[in-house]
Nanobody, 125 residues
Framework: VQLQASGGGLVQAGGSRRLSCVAS????????MGWFRQAPGKEREFVAA????????YYADSVKGRFTISRDNAKNTVYLQMNSLKPEDTAVYCC???????????????????WGQGTLVTVSS
């Protein structure tokens, strides 16, 4: 699976942005998908994940209630809708794929087998 993330850019605090991650291949619907981010000088951190069917979603506490992960298996695409953005959301955001998606390690990057190249989101104050 090859992943291509897009949608990053500069946004003012309080604004919104939607990231997209398009996957190649016909097996996309069998993968759980996650979004991670990495800010300058910080470790990569889990943001959100969604099961292959789209039936269950999971979020980091720092984004819960502001971000929404979704997927369209017909378009081989996973989305991250980001609302009420804060300067501390500034980071490179990457999408990742895992099969299966194991709940106990859903926040561990090592679970994910495939990674996109990342897209930079900058939130200005």
């Amino acid at each position: 699976v090859q992943l291509q993330a897009s949608g990053g850019g500069l946004v003012q605090a309080g604004g919104s942005r939607r990231l997209s991650c398009v996957a190649s291949g016909r097996t996309f619907r069998s993968y759980g998908m996650g979004w991670f981010r990495q800010a300058p000088g910080k470790e990569r951190e889990f943001v959100a994940a969604i099961r292959s069917s789209g039936g269950s979603t999971y979020y980091a506490d720092s984004v819960k209630g502001r971000f929404t992960i979704s997927r369209d298996n017909a378009k081989n695409t996973v989305y991250l809708q980001m609302n009420s953005l804060k300067p501390e959301d500034t980071a490179v955001y990457c999408c990742a794929a895992s099969s299966p998606l194991i709940l106990s390690t859903i926040r561990d990057p090592r679970q994910y087998h495939y990674w996109g190249q990342g897209t930079l989101v900058t939130v200005s104050s």
